[in-house]
């Protein structure tokens, strides 16, 4: 003799407990992808866009197409760099700096 599914199923009292339990692991499975994928690429791009503030003549920076010079000239106006690359000078967006290699020696202050 077998016994239809319904039959199995329990009173829909204890069904509240199943349901808190599920929800318990929703939070969890949500606060995991927080810790482990959304809070640290937040603070990296805080990162990146902290060294993008600070760049100035004379450092030397890699662009994310894989170009390799050294800043000339910072137009803070229209958000835009002139770096010196071997012997051509180009226009960049600031966006595009992916690192700066090494950082322009600042003078002493007397």
Request: charged fraction near 25%.
């Amino acid at each position: 003799m077998r016994l239809p599914i319904f039959a199995m199923i329990g009173s829909g009292q204890q069904s509240g407990g199943a349901i808190s339990v599920f929800i318990l692991q929703i939070a969890a499975f949500i606060a995991i992808f927080y810790f482990i994928l959304i809070r640290p690429q937040r603070q990296q791009a805080k990162r990146h866009e902290e060294m993008l503030k600070q760049v100035k003549r004379g450092d030397e920076i890699v662009t994310s197409g894989g170009i390799v010079g050294e800043v000339v000239h910072v137009n803070v106006k229209d958000n835009r760099l002139t770096i010196k690359s071997g012997e051509a000078k180009l226009v960049i967006e600031r966006d595009r700096i992916a690192k700066v290699v090494t950082r322009a020696e600042e003078p002493a202050a007397p």
